[in-house]
């Protein structure tokens, strides 16, 4: 079958850093997304790895490592606003996306 | 309108009536797509619909369908619903298969 697993919930200081894991299980591999969610909202598109090495933009960043089905967004320099769900999605030999759970990333002051 | 837009925005639905949930999309994107996101788990696909004309079943299409007969809308139709099909909705949109999506805002329903 295919699987997505993320931490459910994380919690982090305000003008900190914090990793968010993302592994993965499927049948075929064509990239992957993160998006963020805040509560009651849409997702919203982050980033995008196909190849293996880190993505960077702004706050953010994004590592991928095809060999070993992982991944992980980096948020640096963390802001109350960055408390959200933020989700891990891969899309599959079908194009088709995959979705983890989504980690709830709660920001303290 | 800039983007994409569903309807009703919430609704309250007695069991074993039909309800439809609108989508459009006015970027001119080719790929569309509905989702169900519940308490828990991850967005599951129901259908998509890579180009106008033409539609697909996603991981959990029972009790849904959909029609794409232009590029911009791509309703959803609950034929008879059922309580398991309380849920957020949302739709979502992409130039093409290989991009990004896009999301609306979504629609709260609830049935009871």
């Known amino acids: 079958g295919q699987n997505i697993d993320q931490p459910t919930e994380m919690t982090a200081t305000e003008g900190a850093i914090v990793q968010i894991n993302c592994t993965y299980q499927?049948?075929?591999?064509?990239?992957l997304f993160w998006y963020q969610q805040h509560a009651g909202e849409a997702p919203t598109f982050l980033s995008y790895?196909?190849l293996d090495g880190l993505e960077e933009k702004g706050r953010f960043s994004s590592f991928l490592s095809r060999s070993k089905g992982y991944s992980y967004l980096l948020l640096k320099e963390l802001q109350m606003k960055d408390s959200a769900s933020y989700l891990c999605?891969?899309?599959?030999?079908?194009?088709?996306?995959?979705w983890g759970a989504g980690t709830k990333l709660i920001i303290k002051p | 309108i800039a983007g994409i837009t569903q309807a009703p925005t919430s609704q309250i639905l007695a069991a074993g009536r039909r309800m439809t949930l609108r989508c459009t999309q006015d970027?001119?994107?080719?790929?569309m797509y509905w989702y169900r996101q519940d308490l828990g788990l991850g967005l599951r696909l129901i259908h998509y619909?890579?180009?106008?004309?033409?539609?697909g079943k996603g991981e959990v299409p029972d009790g849904y369908s959909v029609s794409r007969a232009n590029t911009d809308d791509f309703p959803l139709t609950l034929a008879s619903a059922v309580p398991s099909q309380t849920s957020v909705y949302f739709c979502?949109?992409?130039?093409?298969?290989?991009?990004?999506?896009?999301f609306g805002p979504g629609t709260r329903l609830t049935v009871l």
């Open positions: 979502a949109s992409s130039p093409g298969t290989a991009n990004e999506q896009f």
């Open positions: 970027m001119r994107h080719n790929a």
């Open positions: 619909s890579n180009t106008a004309g033409t539609t």
């Open positions: 499927t049948s075929g591999f064509n990239g």
């Open positions: 790895n196909v």
């Open positions: 999605a891969v899309r599959d030999s079908n194009y088709q996306l995959i």
